[in-house]
């Protein structure tokens, strides 16, 4: 959101109409800050140049950037340049009391509006969180149709504080909570026969939780034909895409559900603390208010929690899509998928690297785990990922919580490049016998 335009109507309200009650202040000086640069356009940066769009920590290999992304420069600046407007403006601002500038309302509503278009959705059925987390916490413990001796669903992949909320309803809401785990190998076929197993024990399910892509193995879920399984037997669908949201190229429509939760912090690179959940129109009703939001019942910002917030990272939300539309999603996931491949395909021949996805391009993007043999504890998963990061200078990230066993995972960033992805394979060639 570009802020030259609203400074020159402070100026000009400031020197022809401020209300005389305001003569003397100086709003010229309270606006005044460095520029915006001109809005960037659709598809302008080659996937080849995404590097150069970024400041990043040297002489470290980070492939471990599903926990947030790093901002690209662009979007680095336009938040320092609203969170020094914030910090200057302050409650003028946030109070809706700066003459001829725009307001916070105005703000979310422009953040709402670039979701909407990045998601393909209307601005009214996405609400801004403080991250995918706190998202997808409200759809599951707001979700108001369950009753006592209901049953809800959720999978040993699925994220911990999604899993954890629904352990919640089953202690606060009376309902039966049904845990499963997730096939391996997680070829198609499998993934659905698990999903349609479980549905078909639990006939009294009312709501089920699906990850599109886990943060712990990188499997991506076959979503859509997940929610048309679940919504023939009455059950409603909570999709989790914080980590599929600007990683895989789709839209909402594509998945099909009702109510989708995703971090904005993640592969859409806005400032740390952004998330967005989605729910249909005709659904809202579904979702109960957050206790204390005085908004209006069909107002879908009464779904987030009232409170104070870093109103900079919701001005900055707007640069952060431009940049995803800049670069495009199509190339990003072709970008991020031949970084992926390219690590994997050179251990492939190494026989004690156990990749946990399938070789099936439609079950994996970015993130993908591995085991060492022989890696049978969450101590030796520790040992491993500080040996790639204290000699190999390769940045990974130790998951548990898989039924199978703990695993490392891996993920390339946008900036990433394949001296990255080497380091990485070559570290794993060496180490191979560590567990032997």
């Not at 992304?69 to 946030?94: L, T």
């Not at 413990?141 to 999604?162: E, F, M, Q, S």
């Not at 990188?218 to 914080?242: K, Q, S, Y």
């Not at 900079?312 to 939300?317: D, F, G, P, R, S």
Request: charge should be positive.
């Amino acid at each position: 959101m570009g802020f030259k335009r609203n400074r020159r109507q402070v100026l000009k309200s400031a020197a022809v109409s401020a209300p005389a009650l305001f003569a003397g202040v100086p709003f010229a000086g309270l606006a005044a800050a460095e520029p915006a640069p001109p809005a960037l356009l659709p598809n302008s940066i080659p996937v080849a140049d995404l590097r150069s769009q970024y400041d990043v920590e040297p002489g470290i290999h980070n492939l471990e950037n599903g926990y947030w992304s790093v901002m690209p420069r662009v979007v680095a600046q336009a938040f320092e340049r609203h969170n020094a407007f914030v910090n200057r403006a302050s409650s003028i601002w946030a109070r809706d009391m700066l003459p001829g500038g725009e307001t916070r309302r105005a703000a979310n509503q422009a953040a709402q509006a670039a979701l909407a278009r990045q998601m393909g959705c209307l601005p009214e059925e996405v609400a801004i969180a403080r991250s995918g987390s706190d998202a997808l916490q409200m759809l599951i413990a707001h979700y108001r149709p369950l009753k006592a001796g209901d049953a809800v669903i959720y999978c040993d992949l699925d994220y911990d504080t999604t899993s954890q909320t629904m352990e919640w309803l089953g202690r606060e809401r009376g309902v039966e909570v049904v845990r499963f785990a997730m096939p391996e190998p997680a070829a198609t076929a499998n993934i659905l026969a698990a999903y349609r197993d479980v549905l078909a024990r639990t006939p009294r399910a009312k709501l089920l939780l699906v990850t599109m892509i886990s943060h712990r193995t990188g499997l991506v879920t076959p979503v859509r034909e997940i929610v048309a399984m679940a919504r023939e037997r009455g059950v409603d669908t909570i999709v989790d895409a914080a980590h599929a949201v600007a990683c895989l190229d789709f839209q909402l429509a594509d998945l099909g559900a009702d109510f989708v939760g995703w971090s904005v912090h993640k592969w859409t690179s806005a400032p740390l603390g952004t998330g967005a959940f989605y729910i249909r129109k005709s659904r809202l009703g579904d979702i109960a208010p957050a206790f204390g939001n005085p908004a209006a019942p069909e107002d879908i910002n009464g779904r987030v929690p009232a409170g104070t917030i870093n109103f900079a990272n919701i001005l900055t939300i707007p640069a952060a899509v431009d940049f995803h539309f800049a670069v495009g999603g199509a190339a990003k996931e072709r970008h991020l998928r031949g970084l992926r491949d390219r690590w994997v395909e050179a251990v492939r021949d190494v026989p004690a690297v156990e990749i946990c996805v399938p070789d099936d391009p439609a079950r994996y993007c970015a993130i993908t785990s591995f085991r060492l043999k022989g890696m049978a504890s969450l101590a030796d998963a520790q040992r491993l990922q500080r040996l790639l990061f204290e000699k190999h200078r390769v940045h990974t990230i130790w998951r548990t919580g898989v039924t199978k066993g703990p695993v490392i995972g891996v993920t390339p960033g946008l900036y990433s490049t394949p001296a990255d992805v080497d380091a990485l394979a070559r570290a794993l060639r060496a180490e191979q016998g560590l567990f032997a």
